[in-house]
């Protein structure tokens, strides 16, 4: 990221924003200001060091996933009511107790150049300093609209991302992405379906979405699943709170030869509260009190992550309609495999499946020894879970334990559907669990 700390324009900037605005507002009223800013870097500034504060350092406190970002907005709200004055106390402790909080710093500095003067822009930095720190200040008013517009256009009540058709018992969680809106909504699958229980600004990569090629700075699109829990100690202070890696290249992104690995969802280093919007090599990256949120909340290999260009949002019913739909199409596949006929379950595959390498022709004989093992046996499908993706084409990632009617367990797969005309076929399958 270009925008650090230490960092030279980003010096600039706060040196700007803050101490300039802070002693000349003091120099012009005489008197100490009211409202003094905190400690910034003062090495780069040309024309004025900012006079340190001295402060008594208080146990950190406890930051909850949100906060920040709430006191940011409430920030907003005061300054659109005129009243300036609690505005700036506000963003005075904001940024006190997160001096990383970069867009913070900025409202807060804008607040007291307009002590003096009227504010001409968001982020209104003396012209030689805007024109160093373009890039940076064009960052984080795209950040500043995209928590605002993510706050003001909220989901519908009660309705869920139109990739949700079913969740079973075992995804006791569910994460969704808008990029477009630069958030991740957080679900609890309750008995009643997905409940939206909390959503957080992110950042994705600096090329933006649809991810194709290893190295191409894009973030990928699709329906992914958190394979592990990395420990932060084992990471370098860049992630932060913490790593959760997801399944790319899912075998939907295979099909297509898309390339690439080591997609995270991850914190910021211990200089950045947030990064902007576009900010990434790929990954998904949050503050570290979200991201600490996260982790603690969802599971591993159960829990599924849909990031999408623009999330739609649906009710319930329409999912379900889908759901019982393509319900029909799994149970005739059930039906064929319990059947015993290899000619008939085929016809449920695609000519270009794949699975470990082999090609459909190489996996019918292993299909053929596994139906004869179940001598003609129905089988359930235990715990589904289906979760939609449409772009080019119409796919469906099903989950299920297969377990043979009189056994008490069975394998966990996951198979991958795609649309071909009227009819939904299996390019992948694959044991999972």
């Known amino acids: 990221m270009n925008l650090t700390p230490g960092s030279s324009t980003m010096t600039k900037v706060l040196v700007a924003l ?53 006191r940011l907005i409430e920030v907003y709200r005061l300054i659109g009511q005129a009243q300036t004055r609690t505005a700036l106390a506000r963003a005075e402790a904001l940024v006190r107790e997160h001096p990383n909080f970069h867009l913070a710093q900025l409202v807060y500095g804008d607040l007291l150049t307009a002590q003096q003067r009227p504010v001409k822009a968001f982020g209104d930095v003396p012209d030689a300093t805007a024109r160093s720190a373009g890039q940076q200040l064009a960052e984080l008013r795209e950040e500043s609209q995209l928590r605002i517009r993510a706050l003001r256009e909220r989901p519908p009540a009660g309705a869920i991302p139109a990739q949700f058709l079913q969740l079973s018992d075992k995804n006791k969680h569910a994460i969704a992405i808008d990029s477009s809106r630069a958030r991740l909504y957080l679900f609890a699958n309750e008995p ?3 409940k939206l229980i909390a959503d957080y600004y992110i950042s994705v990569g600096k090329l933006g979405i649809e991810k194709s090629a ?19 100690k084992s990471l370098k202070d860049f992630y932060g709170a913490g790593a959760l890696p997801i399944n ?57 992550v849909v990031i999408a260009p623009m999330l739609r949002w ?87 334990g297969e377990v043979p009617t009189g056994a008490r367990t069975g394998p966990v797969k996951r198979q991958y559907w795609v649309r071909q005309g009227l009819q939904w076929k299996i390019f992948f399958e694959g044991v999972i669990g």
């Open 248 to 304: 790319y290249p899912n075998p939907y992104d295979a099909r297509r030869g898309k390339t690439g690995r080591g997609i995270w969802l991850h914190g910021t280093p211990p200089d950045q509260f947030s990064r902007p919007p576009k900010a990434t090599d790929g990954c998904v990256v949050m503050a570290n009190p979200d991201l600490a949120r996260i982790i603690r909340t969802v599971e591993v290999r159960t829990t599924p």
């Open 314 to 400: 649906v009710q319930p019913a329409t999912v379900q309609a889908d759901s019982r739909r393509f319900n029909d199409v799994l149970q005739a596949w059930r039906s064929a495999k319990a059947s015993g006929d290899i000619s008939r379950l085929l016809g449920f595959y695609t000519s270009d499946f794949s699975v470990n390498g082999k090609t459909l022709a190489e996996s019918a004989p292993l299909m053929k020894v596994e139906l004869g093992k179940m001598r003609g046996k129905d089988v359930e499908l235990k715990d589904l879970s289906v979760l939609r993706w449409t772009d080019r084409e119409d796919t469906m990632v099903v989950t299920f």
């Open 214 to 232: 290893e190295g191409d700075l894009r973030t990928p699109l699709g329906v992914y699943y958190i394979t592990s829990n990395l420990d932060p």
């Open 18 to 70: 803050v101490g300039a605005a802070g002693v000349l507002a003091a120099a012009a009223a005489g008197t100490t200001p009211a409202h003094s800013a905190p400690p910034v870097h003062a090495a780069a500034a040309p024309w004025r060091k900012p006079t340190p504060v001295v402060a008594v350092r208080k146990p950190a406190a406890l930051v909850r996933d949100g906060e920040a970002e709430a």
């Open 192 to 194: 009643t379906g997905p």
